[in-house]
T-cell receptor, first 112, second 113 residues
Framework: GEDVEQSLFLSVREGDSSVINCTYT??????LYWYKQEPGAGLQLLTY?????DMKQDQRLTVLLNKKDKHLSLRIADTQTGDSAIYFC????????????FGAGTRLAVHP | NAGVTQTPKFQVLKTGQSMTLQCAQD?????MYWYRQDPGMGLRLIYY???????DKGEVPNGYNVSRLNKREFSLRLESAAPSQTSVYFC????????????FGQGTRLTVV
């Protein structure tokens, strides 16, 4: 079945760039998403990319998609302490079943 | 627009009790989902409904049932709660086939003792 995998932890220094990686197995994925979850809160959409795109940039966020390798990454430039959170990668396939599958989440810790 | 509304926000059940988690969206979305979130395991799909009148199992359906009552509402029922069902539950909806995001409810924190 479909699977989405992420590394569980990432620690960066304030001001550096963060890169969070994700791999997925569903070759029919149409949309891929990055969500952010702060402690005790729900999920907030950060950005998404359509599968026919290679890159999308939105202010400090850059999403790269390598469809051949089924690899998605999220780069956060000039990482701030407010970026500390759990980041989830998710994908939805092209089939009629509309499954929206999430990875386990990457906990980003930003230290001074 | 309220978006996705989940009730209740918190619930404590005794083992063997039953309850229904309610979810409603007012965005005319066709697809709705129920997830559970456990530490270190991300969001796992319990059940989903691609469109009104259809429901399908996700990754962890055992112990749950769902009803897509109409286009707006998708409920999750625990017939006989077990401590292993202690979790945070999220409902989500999306308008499939459009370039859009999945909207989430605020979550239900359920404890089964």
């Amino acid at each position: 079945g479909e699977d989405v995998e992420q590394s569980l932890f990432l620690s960066v220094r304030e001001g550096d760039s963060s890169v969070i990686n994700c791999t997925y197995t569903d070759s029919s994925s149409t949309y891929l998403y990055w969500y952010k979850q702060e402690p005790g809160a729900g999920l907030q959409l950060l950005t998404y990319i359509f599968s026919n795109m290679d890159m999308k940039q939105d202010q400090r966020l850059t999403v790269l998609l390598n469809k051949k390798d089924k690899h998605l990454s999220l780069r956060i430039a000039d990482t701030q302490t407010g970026d500390s959170a759990i980041y989830f990668c998710a994908e939805i396939g092209a089939g009629g079943y509309n499954k929206l599958i999430f990875g386990a989440g990457t906990r980003l810790a930003v230290h001074p | 627009n309220a978006g996705v509304t989940q009730t209740p926000k918190f619930q404590v059940l005794k083992t063997g009790q039953s309850m229904t988690l309610q979810c409603a969206q007012d965005m005319n979305h066709n697809s709705m989902y129920w997830y559970r979130q456990d530490p270190g395991m991300g969001l796992r799909l319990i059940y989903y409904s691609a469109s009104e009148g259809t429901t399908d199992k996700g990754e962890v359906p055992n112990g749950y049932n769902v009803s897509r009552l109409n286009k707006r509402e998708f409920s999750l029922r625990l017939e006989s709660a077990a401590p292993s069902q202690t979790s945070v539950y999220f409902c989500a909806s999306i308008y499939r086939d459009l370039n859009t995001e999945a909207f989430f409810g605020q979550g239900t924190r359920l404890t089964v003792v």
